[in-house]
């Protein structure tokens, strides 16, 4: 059973940066798509961006895309994602996620963590 926990949220001011950190426990990440979702107030949850292995394939929201920056370690478990020239409506909370078959719809989830973009 594969396990992920997220951490490095908190509050920023726009036009900063911060990276989040997902340390993945249970199993090996080596055949797992690692991604990274969030979820707006009153909005739906969406995936963000998504890294299919190490020197793979990495895709991205529009919103996001030149601004975050996601990376693995297999070798660590590890997951990260890296935020720049965040805006308002970046806020929310991020999620870790992890499947075999694909990016999008992923079976295992982390528990979230909380990303406030505000003045």
């Known amino acids: 059973q594969l396990q992920l926990v997220e951490s490095g949220g908190g509050l920023v001011q726009p036009g900063g940066s911060l990276t989040l950190s997902c340390v993945v426990s249970?199993?090996?990440?080596?055949?797992?798509?690692i991604s990274w979702f969030r979820q707006s107030p009153g909005q739906l949850r969406e995936g963000v961006a998504c890294?299919?292995?190490?020197?793979?394939?990495?895709y991205y929201a529009d919103s996001v895309k030149g601004r975050f920056t996601i990376s693995r370690d297999n070798a660590k478990n590890t997951a990260s994602l890296q935020m720049t020239n965040l805006k308002t409506e970046d806020t929310g909370v991020y999620y870790c996620?992890?499947?075999?078959?694909?990016?999008?719809?992923?079976?295992?989830w982390g528990q979230g963590t909380q990303v406030t973009v505000s003045s």
């Open positions: 890294a299919v292995s190490t020197y793979g394939p990495t």
């Open positions: 996620a992890a499947d075999l078959d694909g990016c999008w719809s992923p079976s295992y």
């Open positions: 249970g199993l090996s990440l080596d055949n797992y798509r």
